[in-house]
């Protein structure tokens, strides 16, 4: 499967799925239903945890990635962006990390699957999805003691590497280490994939994703595009990229410094463009589809998809423009950084 995604890579560029938070909107669960019954009794209120959803409703998992894959998606990304020890802590379900990862990456492994046996020109991939948490290493939460961390590095590497090895365990094909606001988060996550490829004796393709948080072009601990990318190339990957907080038009130069920078694969999923008043999405398909010509136009990605307000929708009008394009080239020897 590793031999797969890089083959597919070198022919064409890869689709991503859309949001997964945005089509499980449509859904209106309540209370109840996001609780289930074997959460029935549960003594906090769950609403809101959408990991949980793979456990209690996972046939409504399997529908939006069943869609995303129907848009024209290659990858869908597993329902756990905030499946780690830290980001269950907010809801007291630390216990059930493994269950939640092995769960997902097993749900969306089975509709990939069966897409691929449909199109085998056309193999489909599960991505197992590593959000950043909801902690950061780096800054303090404080503002009267800057000195201060909620989180240690080993608290974080300790947490990634569960959360791996569940997603492996459930057969994900490859990882992705997303949303990264804090980089010092992702060097964890990095590490404890490292770790695991080793003590498996396996190469696992992993794909990185920042987000750059303002006009400013930094991240949230103040790395520019080109630190962000330095900070990770020690590390083999997949691919590197953004993802979230801008949308495709406001991305653009972003993706500019790493695509002549870099000699590995370069990833997109923007937002819908940015958030309105009442914080929703208005970018229309037809609209995010033509900004995202301008990447193609440029060479820029490898890999493109869709964050937040997404929908398959988006995926497919997003598909039909980059099947028209050949995939950006991947060098053989390193661009130098300068």
Do not use: W
Request: charged fraction near 20%; charge should be negative; proline fraction near 5%.
């Amino acid at each position: 499967m590793n031999n797969n995604i890089q083959k597919a890579l070198q022919k064409r560029i890869l689709i991503l799925d859309g949001a997964m938070g945005t089509m499980l909107q449509r859904y209106d669960f309540s209370e109840e239903d996001f609780r289930g019954e074997r959460f029935k009794d549960y003594s906090t209120s769950v609403k809101g945890n959408n990991d949980l959803l793979s456990l209690t409703q996972p046939k409504a998992i399997a529908e939006v990635h069943a869609k995303y894959f129907e848009a024209g998606a290659d990858i869908v990304e597993t329902n756990t962006f905030s499946s780690t020890t830290i980001a269950m802590a907010d809801y007291g379900m630390e216990d059930l990390v493994y269950e939640l990862n092995f769960e997902s990456a097993k749900i969306a492994k089975k509709v990939a699957q069966e897409f691929t046996a449909k199109e085998p020109h056309k193999p489909r991939f599960v991505a197992g999805a590593m959000g950043p948490t909801n902690k950061t290493a780096s800054m303090s939460p404080d503002v009267n003691d800057p000195g201060f961390r909620a989180i240690s590095f080993e608290q974080l590497r300790t947490a990634y590497k569960q959360q791996a090895e569940a997603l492996l365990d459930g057969g994900a094909d490859l990882l992705l280490v997303e949303t990264i606001f804090d980089t010092l988060n992702a060097k964890a996550a990095l590490f404890a994939i490292e770790e695991v490829k080793a003590e498996r004796e396996i190469q696992v393709p992993i794909m990185v994703s920042g987000t750059i948080t303002d006009a400013s072009g930094r991240t949230l601990s103040g790395q520019t595009a080109e630190a962000f990318l330095i900070s990770i190339s020690h590390i083999p990957l997949l691919s590197v990229g953004f993802n979230c907080a801008l949308g495709a038009k406001q991305l653009t130069p972003h993706l500019e410094i790493i695509a002549n920078r870099t000699n590995i694969a370069v990833s997109a999923y923007p937002n819908a463009g940015l958030p309105n008043a009442f914080g929703e999405y208005d970018e229309t398909p037809s609209q995010m589809a033509s900004q995202i010509t301008e990447y193609l136009d440029k060479q820029l990605v490898n890999i493109i998809g869709g964050c937040c307000g997404t929908t398959p929708e988006h995926i497919e009008a997003i598909s039909k423009i980059a099947e028209k394009y050949q995939p950006r080239p991947l060098m053989l020897e390193p661009k130098t950084i300068v």
